[in-house]
């Protein structure tokens, strides 16, 4: 049974306790991913109400959901909203639908605070939408300047890093040569337009996969655990990660044709966003479950786990990767709530930093 709005009200003006979040911009910009995928999950005004009473300041959607655009309307939570894959054919085709998706889905809310806007998401390379990706981000991009509204909205698409042929150690970060038709007149696009490309980061996959080379307390992002990766100091897997994203791209633009993209690449504007973050606490399998993870995997991948890397990731956003000393990383949490719908493995249904019911699934602590 859904959860009661009074019920659900009442819950979250409790959890105060539980849950302290205090979101500065200058110093660490973090959000949580809003996914719908859930069977049992509260209605929007209340998924606003939470976010507003636990001072999360930045929400991640995956569409252009009428009735979540309603509710954050004079809100202060600023958003990402995204442009499901489907839509991205029609949009690559002509300006002309650019044109009305941002008459519909960003005129029609000015009271909502648009941050970003994310063509597509993990576009996986071999979909028919591949190719329509980066038309597709031109003609928003045009959209949004031409209807006066594009200095405050950025564009730009969410990639996954297994798009990475090399991350380790993270200078030699490069992308796969199968996969350079895709990303570099992104990449090149993006810093034209000084926008950060957006990257879903997950340690915990990395770990899962290399278990050899990866020590646990490196993917939790514990302190004192980091170690020398091609010479240089690394506190963590998280920060790894990204710097080798941003070598890749920086090696796509050294070897562009353009001058104005070298010139750019040598002031430092290449740049990425956290687009998703997360470790995922599935439930115990049960005897004769249908569950597919080793006994090993199922040890990492805990209510505990989730805890403590959610708590480290509140602490070192603060502070910027070796490439980028200094610069807080913008972050986005994955995700709200478990969601039971979501295709793919049952530990990917398991996210969530609240329960449905508004109440938090650890004690988490947002700087």
Not at 81 to 99: F, K, M, N
Not at 123 to 147: C, D, Q, T, W
Request: include cysteine; charge should be neutral; charged fraction near 20%.
């Amino acid at each position: 049974m859904a959860t009661s709005q009074k019920d659900f009200l009442s819950t979250i003006l409790t959890v105060g306790l539980l849950i302290t979040i205090s979101l500065h911009s200058t110093v660490a910009k973090v959000g949580v991913a809003y996914g719908r995928l859930g069977s049992d999950l509260p209605c929007t005004e209340d998924v606003i109400a939470l976010y507003k009473n636990n001072s999360i300041t930045k929400m991640r959607i995956y569409d252009p959901h009428p009735p979540t655009l309603q509710a954050l309307g004079g809100t202060s939570i600023e958003l990402m909203v995204g442009i499901p894959e489907a839509d991205l054919p029609d949009l690559a085709q002509c300006q002309c639908h650019a044109d009305d998706w941002v008459k519909a889905n960003i005129l029609s809310y000015p009271d909502v605070k648009f941050r970003y806007i994310a063509v597509g998401n993990e576009v996986s390379l071999e979909s028919r939408y591949a190719p329509f990706v980066l038309p597709a981000m031109k003609h928003i991009y045009n959209s949004l300047n031409g209807l006066c509204v594009g200095n405050n909205i950025i564009v730009s698409t969410s990639i996954k890093t297994d798009l990475l042929g090399k991350s380790t150690p993270p200078k030699d970060g490069e992308f796969k040569p199968n996969v350079t038709w895709f990303i570099r007149p992104i990449v090149e696009f993006l810093s034209d337009t000084r926008a950060p490309l957006l990257v879903n980061v997950y340690p915990y996959i990395a770990y899962m996969n290399d278990k050899e080379h990866i020590r646990l307390p490196f993917a939790l992002l514990q302190p004192n655990s980091g170690e020398k990766l091609g010479g240089v100091h690394y506190d963590n897997l998280f920060y790894a990660i990204l710097d080798a994203v941003l070598s890749a791209m920086e090696k796509i633009l050294a070897s562009s044709s353009s001058s104005s993209l070298s010139v750019r690449l040598q002031s430092g504007s290449v740049s990425t966003t956290v687009s998703e973050t997360g470790q995922p606490a599935p439930p115990k399998k049960k005897k004769g479950g249908g569950r597919k993870l080793s006994d090993e995997d199922e040890d990492f991948l805990t209510v505990e786990n989730a805890r403590i890397y959610n708590n480290n990731l509140m602490r070192i956003v603060k502070k910027g990767t070796p490439k980028r000393p200094g610069i807080p990383i913008e972050t986005y949490i994955f995700a709200m709530f478990d969601e039971d719908l979501k295709p793919g493995p049952e530990y990917e249904r398991n996210f969530g930093i609240f329960y449905s019911n508004g109440r938090p699934k650890y004690p988490l602590r947002f700087y």
